[in-house]
Structure formats: C-alpha cells, structure tokens
C-alpha cells in the first residue's frame, strides 16, 4: 500500500530561480497596481524608520548638549509620531495585498484544477495523487506567501540599504566603507547558499508530496490494512517517509543556520569596527557625538534588512522551486478535444466527411459501431514489447449488443477505454454511426457514448448528483434518475436516510460493493445513449438482483448499440452475438451457442472446464449446447454452484439490509 508512483518529473533541474518567478507574471498582472504600491508604501515605512536616526542627532547635538528639557520632549514627541508613522504604513502594505494575492491563489488553483481534469488519462496513470495534491495547496500557499512578503520586501529591503547607505556615506564615508567591506563575502556565501537550498527546497517539496500520497493510499485502503493486520508494515513506510522528508528539513535548517551565521555575524563585526573608528574620531574631534549616535542608529536600523537576505532568499528559493512543481503539470499539453485530430489514423477523406455533419451522424446512414484495424500500446510500453491490442476488426449494428469475452489480460477493459477516448489509440479507426470518433469533438463524443466501469467509482455527493452525472449538458430530472435507478434495481436508494439526497460519501464506501455497482449502471443509462459501454456492469451483484437487472437491461439494449464485457454466461446471454477477443485480436464472433459449439477457448473461459484452449476442436463439436446454450456439465458440480449462489445471495441480502 506505500506510494510507488512517484513524481515523474525530475527531482532536481538546473533552472534560474528568476526566470521560475517570472513564469507568475499572467498571474500577478491582474493585482500589480496593488503590489506596486504595497512594495512603495513599504519602501516609505522604512525610510521613515530611516529618518529616527537623524532625529536623535539633532537630539544629541541640539538639546542634549545645551540641556534643553523641552526640545528634548519635543524631539522625544517626534520620533513617537515617525514610529505610529511607520506601523501604519506597514498595516496599509499588508491590507493592499493580503485579499487580492488570496485571489492570485484561488486563480491558479482553479487553472490547475481545470488543467487536470482536461489532461490525459495517461498523465493520471504516471502522477501520483498526493503529488498533485500537494502542488495545489502547499506549492500555492508557498507562492501567495512569497507575493505577499518576499517579493515586497525584497524591493523594499533594497531601497532601505540603498538610501540607508547614502546617509552613511554621507555622515562619514570612511565609517561607510567599513560597514560596506562585508558585502563582497556576503554575496559569494549568498550565491552558494542559493544553490545548495534550491536542491534541498526541491527534494523537501517532493518528499512531501510522496508522503501524501501514502496517507491518501492509507486511508482509502484502510480497509486492506485492517483486514489483513498491516498497520505496522504501513506504519514502517510511514516513519521512512518521514524521516526522509525530517532529514531533507534538517539540511534546509543547517543551510538556512549557516547563511544567517554569516549574514549576522559579519555586519556585527562591520558596526563594532565602525564604533571603534568612530570613538577615535569623536576623541580627535574630527566627528560630533550626534553625527556617530546618528550613524549607529543607521547602521542598527538597517541589521533587519541586510539580516533578512537569508530569509528571503530561502522564501524565494522555496516559491521558485513551488512554480517549477506548479508548472510542470500546467505544460502537460491537453489533448485536441475540437475533434479532427487524425489521431486514430483517420484518412483525410474519412476527416472531411465526419466534418461535413454537425458530428452528430445525422444525414449519414446508421452503421453502428466500427473498429478497423485498431491497435494500442501504452505510451510507456518498452519499445521492443508487443502491441497489446494488434488490429482489432469488430462492427456491432445499430441496436445490437455485443458482448466481449476474454482472458484475464487480454486487453478487454483497454479496448472500451478506446471508444470514449480514455486513450488514443496508436493505429486503426474506430467509427459511430461512420463518423470517426477522432474527428468528433469529445463533449459531443461522450454525449452520444456511455461507460460503466467495472471499478464503481462514486463521488463524495448525493445519489442524484452522482446519478445525474450520466445525464450530459441538458441534465435529467426527476423521472429520468427515476427510472434508470429502476433499471439498475436500486430499490435499496428509498431505504437510504433521505433516499436520492443522501450523501454517498468518499468514493462511495458508505454503499455495499453490489449497490454501488447498480448506482454506476444507473449513471451510465439516465442519459438514453445511442452507445452504450459496460464493463462488466453485474460482478458484485447476487444472482436474483443480477436477473433483476438484466430483465430492466434488455429493454434498455433493445434501443442502444452496446458493447458488454462479460466474464460470466448470465451477462453474455444479455448479448445478440459475443466476440472473443485473443492475444490482441478478435478471434471468433458469433452467438453463444456457435461460440460453445466451435471454440475450445470460449467453452474454457465460460465452462471453467478443466479442457485446455488448445484442445482438439472435435471434442467440443461432440459436446451440444443445452437450450439455453450452456454446456452439459456434471449435475452435482451444478447443484452445489446453485447451492453455493443462493448461500451467496442470501449473505449480500442481509449485508445491504444490515446497512
């Protein structure tokens, strides 16, 4: 159950922590006005802190020195009212940027979102979940927090020790140069120290979004862990992530202890030396009390902003490696979902004649579904490995359901993945009605086209929300949720605590495996599709609801050209004909009882016979279907599967009453 799906993109990359920050600007153009005049109130706060120094010289030289109580007072009121001054301005800054940078946030977090729900399935099968998670709260709230105070400070710091520097050169350029001679070490230390905490600030976010992923595996899991007593082992790959990411954090601090050490250490020195040059001077009367009062007061008041760079510079390191991570999902390119892409390898003729309709199939006669020659290979596929579907050829007519048997493996839940364009496929057509769906836009693709997976995924939401989610852009109401809750027997819904406005709960763990399974039947047939996808829609159910419900089906298929995964001989009795798909081809169709009657493969997987696919064909020529095309198997072997069903269907009902 640990996270084994990692970030895909590389842990570390040489990049410039400018150019990452500056990918922001789309985002902070809408609020740069108020940034702009945040970084100059900001910047007006510390040159009026910058001003107290140079009241206490007048202080010194003026009223000190001529014993003067009340200009003592009055000096004393004046840098009262400069530091009232500057706490306000500092309130403004933070008032100006604090609603509008929660927008900035909120706006690529939406963008981000959006992006990922466009992306490519294939995208969603290489990044693990708590990556993603990760990028959209914690890398965001490191960006607003880098908009809202590095950024600014880092202007206003600069403006600080620029003008902070020019009264000191000004009050004595010689005590100036001692102060300044630790600014060549510094940037060299700052300049390592920059490098050094980008590698660790990337590895810290990455670890981070790995041991997210493994507490979202955790929990969606808990069952697993409980039942099979894997706490510990769970707990174990818990503390290991941890005490990585712990590690990486402590060689961020180490880094961080180091530069502020210097940072702080070095102007300390630089202002005891100026003390002593300037005591001299003031013994030798080449200076006045005040003008070294003032110049110490200067130099104090710029400790904050030269102490700072180390700060600011982890904050900003940190935010850039944040936009790196942001962006390395928002330049995954979406697919074309206008239609035309020739992605299935579509002919331009095919092209121009799908484009030549509204997409819809109207004006065209009714062909059905179509796959020509189709094949698929994952994207991340060793290149010398086999296709794994290697030219499918199947049409199924209009109003015809045709069931899909195969091994475990054979490529039967990739090949219904292709028809909604889940996944592209590599090579080959596959046409509606004789329009290729690669030339169809996906919005009008998925109206004319449902699926229901054999995982029933549900969402944290009503059951009518989740049902209504089948029913397109136009929506369902109330008589449509209805009766495709009644064909996918979802009685148990009335029973519910506020029956189709109960809330279902993450992922639908609320609900038994079969009533979950009938809730995602019911999505998939509310919005009356002309095609019709389901993988194994009836696994979890017992076999009285299962008959049940392919009672309520048949009438649904008699309108709809459909497409059934079946594993088993109840749901491919629901079909008009069953193709057998075999190492990447199809490789017989026909019904049932011609499938029992002509293919050793077909018996096995539907006889669970002990006969090897292989096996000499006459053996199953000799051995004819019953009337309801089964094969004659051994009465006792089918007492006990009955007495083993009704046991079973027994046990799911008192579960889903129990619940």
């Not at 760079?309 to 940190?318: C, D, Q, R």
């Not at 484009?355 to 796959?371: I, Q």
């Not at 994952?378 to 049409?395: E, M």
């Not at 007519?397 to 091994?407: H, I, R, S």
Request: proline share 5%; net charge negative; hydrophobic share 45%.
């Amino acid at each position: 159950m640990s996270a084994t799906t990692t970030d895909p993109a590389p842990a570390v990359r040489s990049r410039s922590a400018i150019r990452s920050l500056l990918r922001l600007w789309p985002y902070v153009r809408a609020v740069r006005v108020r940034l702009g005049v945040s970084a100059v109130v900001g910047a007006g706060a510390s040159c009026v802190a910058l001003l107290i120094p140079l009241v206490l010289k007048w202080m010194v030289d003026g009223p000190v020195s001529d014993h003067d109580p009340a200009g003592v007072w009055l000096g004393g009121g004046l840098i009262l009212l400069l530091g009232l001054l500057e706490a306000l301005l500092f309130g403004i800054r933070r008032w100006l940027v604090a609603r509008p940078l929660a927008g900035v946030e909120a706006a690529m977090r939406a963008d981000l979102y959006r992006h990922l729900q466009r992306l490519p399935v294939e995208f969603h099968d290489r990044w693990a979940s708590g990556q993603l998670l990760s990028r959209a709260t914690m890398d965001l709230q490191i960006l607003r927090m880098f908009l809202a105070f590095p950024l600014v400070f880092l202007v206003v710091n600069t403006v600080t020790v620029l003008i902070g520097f020019a009264i000191l050169f000004a009050q004595s350029w010689l005590l100036g140069l001692v102060l300044l001679a630790p600014a060549v070490p510094l940037m060299i230390m700052c300049s390592v120290f920059e490098t050094r905490y980008a590698l660790a600030a990337r590895r810290a976010q990455d670890q981070a979004g790995d041991l997210a992923t493994l507490v979202e595996e955790s929990v969606l899991g808990i069952r697993i862990i409980k039942a099979f007593g894997r706490h510990r082992s769970q707990a174990r790959a818990f503390r290991a992530q941890t005490r990585g990411l712990w590690r990486t954090e402590m060689r961020k601090a180490r880094l961080l202890s180091d530069i502020w050490a210097v940072i702080m250490t070095l102007p300390e020195v630089a202002i005891g030396a100026a003390l002593v040059c300037g005591v001299l001077q003031v013994a030798d009367g080449k200076l006045s009390a005040g003008t070294l009062v003032a110049f110490l007061s200067t130099a104090l008041a710029l400790r904050w902003p030269v102490e700072s760079i180390g700060f600011l510079l982890a904050m900003s390191n940190e935010a850039a490696t944040a936009a790196d991570r942001y962006f390395e999902a928002m330049d995954t390119p979406e697919p074309d979902s206008s239609g035309s892409t020739g992605s299935t390898g579509g002919s331009e003729k095919d092209g121009s004649a799908a484009n030549a309709t509204d997409g819809t199939g109207a004006g065209r006669p009714s062909d059905g579904l179509r796959m020509h020659a189709v094949r698929f290979r994952y994207p991340d596929a060793p290149d010398a490995g086999p296709d794994l579907l290697k030219g499918v050829d199947l049409h199924i007519g209009p109003g015809e359901t045709m069931a899909l048997v195969g091994a475990t493996g054979s490529g039967k839940t990739t090949l219904t993945a292709l028809l909604p364009r889940l996944h592209q496929a590599t090579g080959g057509r596959i046409t509606l009605d004789g329009a290729d769906i690669a030339d169809l836009p996906v919005k009008r693709l998925r109206e004319l086209l449902a699926v229901a997976f054999e995982e029933p995924t549900l969402f944290s939401a009503t059951v009518r929300e989740n049902v209504a989610m089948g029913a397109g852009p136009e929506g369902a109401d109330e008589a449509d949720i209805v009766r495709a809750l009644a064909v996918a027997q979802c009685g148990f819904v009335e029973r519910l605590p506020q029956g189709l406005d109960t809330q279902v709960g993450e992922q639908g763990l609320s609900l038994s495996g079969g009533q979950r399974q009938r809730l995602a039947l019911a999505r998939a047939v509310v919005g009356r599709p002309q095609f019709l996808v389901l993988d194994d829609p009836l696994s979890a159910l017992d076999v009285h609801t299962e008959a049940l419900v392919e009672a309520a089906l048949r009438e649904v298929l008699a309108d709809t050209t459909a497409l059934v995964v079946a594993h088993r001989p109840s749901t491919v009795m629901l079909a008009d004909r069953v193709a057998l798909l075999e190492d990447g081809r199809i490789t017989a169709v026909g019904t049932h009882a011609e499938l029992l009657r002509d293919s050793a493969v077909y018996r096995h997987l539907m006889s669970g016979a002990d006969e090897e696919p292989g096996a000499d064909e006459e053996s199953g020529a000799d051995e004819e279907p019953d009337a309801e095309g089964y094969p004659d198997l051994p009465e006792q072997h089918g007492a006990e599967e009955r007495t083993g069903e009704a046991d079973e269907a027994s046990a799911a009902r008192e579960r889903s009453d129990a619940r």
